[in-house]
């Protein structure tokens, strides 16, 4: 069974990755792994032990707590069904995060001012 940990951490791990357009291959070969074994850590199938984690989180350029950033705050948002709680987990939404950045910073911010609108209309 997995630990709610693991799975925070993994998230973690797939979420930098992803948003630094960074395969599992390629982390794996970074890290000296296979990319099966990333899988793993993403799903939170395998626990990171705190050397590979290091090895990690060089390879992101993060720290290592950048894995443990929001395990709090999700906890307490499971019970709060309006906001999925793996927000960030998910690719469709690192997809349109990735490409609202990619906007010109004027236009992006019409943009986010026209969806603030929307969500108070809502």
């Given at each position: ?27 794996a070969?970074?890290v ?60 469709e ?15 992006r ?14």
């Open positions: 069974m997995t630990h709610p940990v693991d799975v925070h951490v993994g998230k973690r791990v797939r979420h930098r990755r992803w948003l630094i357009g960074m395969t599992q291959q390629q982390l070969e970074q000296g792994i296979k990319f099966q074994q990333i899988q793993k850590y993403e799903t939170g199938a395998n626990r990171v032990s705190a050397s590979r984690l290091w090895d990690i989180a060089d390879a992101l350029d993060v720290p290592v707590s950048f894995f443990f950033e929001g395990l709090e705050e999700e906890a307490k948002a499971a019970g709060d069904k309006s906001i999925p709680t793996d927000l960030m987990g998910d690719k939404a690192l997809d349109l995060v990735r490409s609202y950045y990619a906007i010109p910073e004027n236009q911010r019409r943009l986010f001012e026209l969806a603030r609108v929307l969500s108070d209309v809502a």
